[in-house]
């Protein structure tokens, strides 16, 4: 069956940095688009970025030049790399296959 199995969240101050992984089983993953998706506290879920199987990349707004999706199909996973954290950027990080399924989630804290 699926696994998306997400880590890397954790407490950071603004400004700082982290990069959570998602590994990824029980489908061809080299095949697959990925995504990453966040859900602030009382806020509905928002695309945060998106890597295509060719390797195309989508960002939203305002994350754009802080954040960098990446994969390692050798390794079935995907990368969120994020830098200059901001307190907005708090909430679960999901990841996910596009239409399918969902991880469980990793929280993310920006704060000081």
Request: a positive charge; glycine letters at 12%; aromatic letters at 10%.
């Amino acid at each position: 069956q699926v696994q998306l199995v997400e880590s890397g969240g954790g407490l950071v101050q603004p400004g700082g940095s982290l990069r959570l992984s998602c590994a990824a089983s029980g489908f061809i993953f080299s095949r697959n688009p990925m995504a990453w998706y966040r859900q602030a506290p009382g806020k509905g879920r928002e695309m945060v970025a998106h890597i295509s199987s060719d390797n195309t990349k989508n960002y939203e707004e305002s994350v754009k030049g802080r954040f960098t999706i990446s994969r390692d199909n050798a390794k079935n996973t995907v990368y969120l790399q994020m830098t200059s954290l901001k307190p907005e950027d708090t909430g679960v990080y999901y990841c996910i296959l596009p239409g399918a399924y969902w991880g469980q989630g990793t929280q993310v804290t920006v704060s000081s």
